[in-house]
Structure formats: structure tokens, C-alpha cells
């Protein structure tokens, strides 16, 4: 049993145990005078090993269950024992209900890190006792799409892919965590996870930083990076990004990093904007004080940003809106389509627009005649991670980037219900919850 784990065994009186070849356990009744179990009651290790995780019941309903240990299934497999978890704002689209395709009893979390435990036979790069980040795209290393680095659109890591086709039109990589529809694959807010494709996605650390220098590099950091690469920014060019959560205060800083000559953030919770300001050097706009459109052109003097960045995706809320009304998975409503139109309308002609913030389901009202007229040029997708991995681990090595600076919270594993609502309700100046098995 590994550490953390809780066996489950036959408790019987007077038992004497004695191990056979493999891994199977023989309980014998010395006591002829007790009725024979068949016997001998045999089990197996593997099986009796169960673990904390935090796992899906519903809209608004995360609980800490226990459940069975993950174990090789794949020579290409590795367990990681789980040092640091945290919580991402996508984690909410599923935790409001906004995702078809979850089960009940399903393992969350895509963001973590932590240390090797045992590898599958065909993975010689990692070995037991070894650091990993580990990225939340799953990816082969070797398909068409992965071969031209869009480790994200991978053709083989997605067990449902034909799910997904149906309604995506092709299946993108499976994801830790997240809906079937991205393979059901559980996650890592829980003690132990199993990584398919070991060999190709979690990258070895080798430095003595913190976990919480690293852990972001998981998701939030390349995410953040990658949506302002997909802007083909020019040096010197205003970059205007909408949401300043977690991903947007990275994409913030990879804007400065990349040569931006000015950057404008987005957003109406004030916490987020100050750490947008003060923090990150930001021009910011709440959204609830002043038209958005207007004040970017103010800003621009009419022209518009040349870049645009949608960091808040599926449950935008426009000027003056109520809360979204949260509902369920089946539900026909429609995702928001406030800050992707927004953001449209204010960017200058001919400009560039990346869509990082997740989209679940069709957008109802989407500004595509001022897209095409405008002549913008868009580019969305999950991150591909396994091509920004390194390049990012150096920044952080190099000291040109401390990414703990995002974290307000911290928790134990146990208490991850807690965790998530008052994250969801953005309580107590939360903007990026850490979690400790």
C-alpha cells in the first residue's frame, strides 16, 4: 500500500497471513474448529488500496470520497503521487453545470504536479522518485496534429473521440478531469493520478523552486502565454484583454514579455483589477463603471487595441448584467457571447483575436458580420502545452517570472468543497485557489 492509502482487509479472528508468489494474500484459519472460508479468501493488492478525491455529483455538489488508487493500464503509464492541485476557472464551468458529458463519481482537476511513484515499461525518461509538472492537454507525441506541434488537437488520446465528433465535428486531446466528452480521464485533485502517455507530457524538474513556482505551468502559464502568441503580437502593439482571472493576469505579463507597447485588462471584480494594475503595470476598465467600447477607442484615439483577448469565455456577463443563471448540463441555454462580441466590436480593423476562455456550447447573437467586415483574424484552442513546457520552465528558472504571485488561497485536499465556492463567488478576494493532499 502506498503511503496515504487505506487498506481494506478481512478482519477475521485468529488469522494467520502468508504471501504467495505475485501479489496475492492467503488469510488461513489455523482454528479447525472454525468453519472454513472456501478455504482461503484470496485478493489482490492492486484492488485494496483506495485513496481521498475530489469528485462530481452535480451543479454546485464536489465531495471528497475515497476511491480506488489509479494503476498502470498502458506501458506508456505513470503514477504521480500529487504534491500541489489547484482549482481553474474552467473547473467552474463543470462546477456550474455548464458541461455536457460529466458522470457522477468523476475525479476534477487539471492543474498539478508531484512526484513519480511507478512507471509503465515503455517509459525510460522518468523514474520513480522524480518532480513532474504535468500537462493538462493529454497528447501521443506522434499523430499527424502532434507531429505538427498541436499537441491539443491530438488523434489518439481521447478514448471518446467519436463523442466528441459529434459535437465538435472532430475530437480534440482528452483532458485530465473534465467531461467524457474529452475522455473522462480522472484527474488531479487527489492524492494519486494516472498520467496516460508519461513519456511524452510531464516534464522533469530539476531545480529546488517551490511547487508553487511550478505548478502553473500545469495550465494557467502556458495558457496565458499562448493567447497572446496566437495574437501575432508586433512589438509595440496595445494589447486589450478581457478577464483579469488567473489566465488573464498571465497573459498580461506574457504580453509585456513579448514586446507590447501597451496593455489594457478588463474586468469588474476589484481585486483582480488592482493585481492587473499594480502588480502587472495594466490600464484596467471596469466594466460595470464604464462603457468598454468607448473607452477603448478613447484610449486609442478611435482606432481601437490591434490585439484582442477573450480570457473569460462560456459565463461572461455584459454591462449591468445579473449573475448568469446557473443550470444544468442538459440545459438548452446558450453560452454568453458578451466579451467575444465586445471584443470584436472595440478591436481596430484588420486586427488580431485570440480565444483562450472555454466555450462549451454553441454562442447565440455572435458578431460574425462585424468579424468578417472588420477583416480580424481569430485563433482559439486548448494549449499546446508539451511546446511551451520548456520554453516556460526557463523563465521561471531564470527568475524573469514568479508564478505563485497568482495565489490568494490555500487549502488542504479535504476541504476543496469549500475551496471551490467560494472561488465560484470570487469571496474574500479569491482569484487562484492551491490545494495540498
Not at 278 to 291: Q, S
Amino acid at each position: 500500500m502506498r503511503a496515504g492509502g487505506i487498506a481494506r482487509r478481512a478482519l477475521l479472528p485468529n488469522a494467520q497471513k502468508s504471501f504467495t508468489s505475485g501479489s496475492s494474500v492467503i488469510i488461513r484459519i489455523p482454528d479447525p474448529s472454525r468453519r472454513v472460508y472456501d478455504e482461503c479468501l484470496q485478493f489482490r493488492e492492486t484492488n485494496e488500496r483506495i485513496m481521498k478525491a475530489l469528485t462530481w455529483h452535480g451543479t454546485h455538489d464536489v465531495r471528497v470520497d475515497n476511491v480506488d488508487d489509479p494503476k498502470i493500464q498502458q506501458d506508456r503509464d505513470a503514477i504521480i503521487k500529487i504534491t500541489a492541485t489547484a482549482i481553474c476557472g474552467s473547473d467552474l464551468h463543470l462546477y456550474n453545470g455548464l458541461m455536457a458529458g460529466m458522470q457522477e463519481g468523476d475525479v476534477l482537476g487539471h492543474e498539478f504536479m508531484g512526484e513519480v511513484v511507478e512507471t509503465g515499461s515503455a517509459v525510460n525518461n522518468l523514474k520513480k522518485g522524480d518532480r513532474v509538472v504535468v500537462p493538462f492537454t493529454i497528447s501521443c507525441g506522434s499523430c499527424f496534429f502532434c507531429n505538427k506541434h498541436l499537441y491539443s488537437l491530438c488523434d489518439n488520446s481521447n478514448p471518446n473521440a467519436d463523442q466528441a465528433a459529434e459535437v465538435m465535428g472532430h475530437s480534440p486531446a482528452a483532458l485530465f478531469g473534465y467531461s467524457h466528452l474529452l475522455g473522462g480521464i480522472p484527474g488531479g485533485q487527489a492524492e494519486y493520478v494516472r498520467v496516460p502517455y508519461a513519456d511524452i507530457g510531464p516534464i522533469k524538474v530539476e531545480s529546488d523552486l517551490r511547487d508553487d513556482q511550478l505548478l502553473f505551468l500545469s495550465d494557467i502559464y502556458p495558457t496565458g502565454y499562448q493567447a497572446v502568441d496566437q495574437c501575432d503580437m508586433e512589438a509595440g502593439d496595445t494589447v486589450a484583454i478581457w478577464g483579469c482571472g488567473p489566465v488573464g493576469q498571465f497573459a498580461i505579463r506574457s504580453a509585456w514579455m513579448m514586446g507590447a507597447g501597451r496593455v489594457i485588462a478588463i474586468d469588474r471584480v476589484p481585486e483582480r483589477l488592482k493585481l492587473a494594475s499594480e502588480k502587472a503595470g495594466a490600464e484596467v476598465i471596469n466594466f460595470e463603471e464604464e462603457d468598454v467600447y468607448s473607452k477603448l477607442l478613447d484610449m486609442t484615439g478611435g482606432r481601437g487595441p490591434d490585439c484582442g483577448i477573450d480570457c473569460v469565455g462560456a459565463e461572461a456577463h455584459g454591462q449591468g448584467d445579473p449573475e448568469a443563471v446557473r443550470r444544468t448540463a442538459d440545459s438548452t441555454e446558450d453560452n454568453h457571447p458578451h466579451a467575444i462580441n465586445e471584443m470584436i466590436m472595440s478591436v481596430r480593423k484588420g486586427g488580431r483575436l485570440s480565444l483562450p476562455g472555454v466555450y462549451t456550447d454553441k454562442v447565440d447573437g455572435f458578431a460574425i458580420n462585424a468579424l468578417m467586415n472588420k477583416s480580424l483574424s481569430v485563433k482559439g484552442g486548448q494549449t499546446h502545452m508539451q511546446g511551451y513546457l520548456k520554453p516556460l520552465l526557463n523563465t521561471v528558472e531564470q527568475g524573469l517570472i514568479d508564478p505563485s504571485f497568482i495565489i490568494t488561497h490555500r487549502y488542504g485536499l479535504t476541504e476543496a468543497p469549500e475551496a471551490y465556492a467560494n472561488f465560484n463567488a470570487k469571496q474574500d478576494g479569491c482569484i487562484k485557489v492551491v490545494m495540498t493532499p
